[in-house]
C-alpha cells in the first residue's frame, strides 16, 4: 500500500502569516492533486500537477510537483482565515481510479 | 445541479444490523466513487464504478457490497455493520478528461457520518 504523509499534521497561524504544507511519498504519482475540505463538507479540489518540478499559482496559494514526482508542496502567503480547513494531497500512480491514494491531511486554522 | 448528493446524513447501527448509502449525482459522470474517512488517516477508497452495471474494489473493500444499476446511482451496502465501520463516508463523482481519467476532477458529496454501536 502506498502512503502519502502530510506534514505538518496540524497547523495554527495568524492571519497574515506564510505557510507550507508538506506531501511526501517513497512511490512515485504520474499526478497529484490537492484538496481543500471544509467541515461538515465533502474534499473541493484546488490543483492538479502532472509534470516534475510544476509550479502552479492560484492567488495565493502555490503548488510544487517535486521533480522525482514523489512529494509535492502547497505554500499559502499572507494566510487569511477563510484558508481555514483540512488539506488533503491524493496521487495517483497509474492511471486508474482505485489507484487514488489521499495523503493523512493538514487541518490549518488561520486566527484574526 | 444539485451536483452530488448523499442519503442520509447521519445513521447510528447496532453491530450486526445492515443499511444502505445511497448517492446519486446529476452531472451525467461516468466514474463513482465509495470513500471512508478517518482521523489522521485521509479518505480511503472502499469501491468504485467506470460505469453503469460495473464495479470494482479499492483499497479496504471488505464488509462493505456496491451496486450500480443507474448511471446516477451509486450503492454502498453493509450487510452486518462493525463497530470498526465507524466512520464518515463520501461518495464523488468524475468524468475522464482526454483520456486520462486517473487526474480528473472528483466531486465529492457532503458525507454520511455512520456510527456503529
Known amino acids: 500500500t502506498q502512503l502519502l504523509e502530510q506534514s505538518p499534521q496540524f497547523l495554527s497561524i495568524q492571519e497574515g502569516e506564510n505557510l507550507t504544507v508538506y506531501c511526501n511519498s517513497s512511490?512515485?504519482?504520474?499526478?497529484l492533486q490537492w484538496y481543500r475540505q471544509e467541515p461538515g463538507e465533502g474534499p473541493v479540489l484546488l490543483v492538479t500537477v502532472v509534470t516534475g518540478g510544476e509550479v502552479k499559482k492560484l492567488k495565493r496559494l502555490t503548488f510544487q510537483f517535486g521533480d522525482a514526482r514523489k512529494d509535492s508542496s502547497l505554500h499559502i502567503t499572507a494566510a487569511q482565515p477563510g484558508d481555514t480547513g483540512l488539506y488533503l494531497c491524493a496521487g495517483d500512480s497509474s492511471g486508474t481510479a482505485s489507484k487514488l491514494t489521499f495523503g493523512t491531511g493538514t487541518r490549518l486554522q488561520v486566527t484574526l | 445541479n444539485a451536483g452530488v448528493t448523499q442519503t442520509p446524513k447521519f445513521r447510528v447501527l447496532k453491530t450486526g444490523q445492515s443499511m444502505t448509502l445511497l448517492c446519486a449525482q446529476d452531472?451525467?459522470?461516468?466514474?463513482m466513487y465509495w470513500y471512508r474517512q478517518d482521523p489522521g488517516m485521509g479518505l480511503r477508497l472502499i469501491h468504485y464504478?467506470?460505469?453503469?452495471?460495473?464495479?470494482a474494489k479499492g483499497e479496504v473493500p471488505d464488509g462493505y457490497n456496491v451496486s450500480r444499476l443507474k448511471k446516477q446511482n451509486f450503492l454502498l451496502g453493509l450487510e452486518s455493520a462493525a463497530p470498526s465501520q465507524t466512520s464518515v463516508y463520501f461518495c464523488a463523482s468524475s468524468y475522464p478528461d482526454s483520456g486520462r481519467w486517473s487526474t480528473d476532477t472528483q466531486y465529492f458529496g457532503p458525507g454520511t457520518r455512520l456510527t456503529v454501536l
Open positions: 464504478s467506470v460505469g453503469e452495471g460495473t464495479t
Open positions: 512511490s512515485v504519482f504520474s499526478s
Open positions: 452531472m451525467n459522470h461516468e466514474y
